[in-house]
């Protein structure tokens, strides 16, 4: 257990981060589902709506550091083509 008040401290910072950054991911997660679901059935407006959500929930991920930059771009940009081939 942390014996100086700097290290009690530290803990109660990490706790607080890794909530949000929990939640953060998992809404993330969440979102990236919904767009797969919406790929497997073959609707294709369904699936653009959820894209356009779930890019949203990426780019704010990545500006809060929970992804790093190149991982949301990668993950925008595999479902992108997923969907752009629903045709």
């Given at each position: 257990?942390?014996?100086?008040?700097?290290?009690?401290?530290?803990?109660?910072?990490?706790?607080?981060?890794?909530?949000?950054?929990?939640?953060?991911?998992?809404?993330?997660?969440?979102?990236?589902?919904?767009?797969?679901?919406a790929i497997a059935t073959g609707d294709?407006?369904?699936?653009?709506?959820?894209?356009?959500?779930?890019?949203?929930?990426?780019?704010?991920?990545?500006?809060?550091?929970?992804?790093?930059?190149?991982?949301?771009?990668?993950?925008?940009?595999?479902?992108?083509?997923q969907v752009a081939a629903l045709s």
């Amino acid at each position: 257990m942390a014996n100086h008040e700097s290290s009690k401290k530290r803990i109660r910072q990490t706790l607080k981060r890794t909530a949000r950054n929990r939640h953060v991911r998992s809404t993330v997660r969440t979102h990236v589902k919904k767009v797969r679901e919406a790929i497997a059935t073959g609707d294709r407006t369904a699936a653009q709506t959820a894209l356009a959500s779930a890019v949203r929930r990426i780019d704010m991920a990545v500006s809060k550091g929970v992804y790093h930059r190149k991982t949301g771009s990668r993950y925008i940009s595999r479902l992108s083509q997923q969907v752009a081939a629903l045709s």
